[in-house]
């Protein structure tokens, strides 16, 4: 699926093994897309000399209150790079 710039979207909550590109920190959390990068080889399985499809990455922000409830300043954003198979959802 392509999300659009200025969609809600979820981040997966799960867990794997090996070399994994998003951060713990970001997993079940919503943001909204900010921009569309393009189309680039997972580095998820690059890491360990395997063909790697091609994923869309896209950069999404996250308000830093809704990553950490206790953040000093809650409405500051956080941008993440973030491959499509890691979008859980559209969160509208």
Known sequence: MTYP???RVQIKAMSPLGHIRTPHYLRGKTGVVERVLGPFKNPEQLAYMVPA???TLYRVRFE????WPDAEA?????DAEIYEHWIDQDAT
């Open 74 to 78: 809650p409405q500051d954003t956080l």
């Open 5 to 7: 710039v200025g969609a």
């Open 64 to 67: 830093m209150g809704h990553i």
């Open 53 to 55: 499809p091609t994923r």
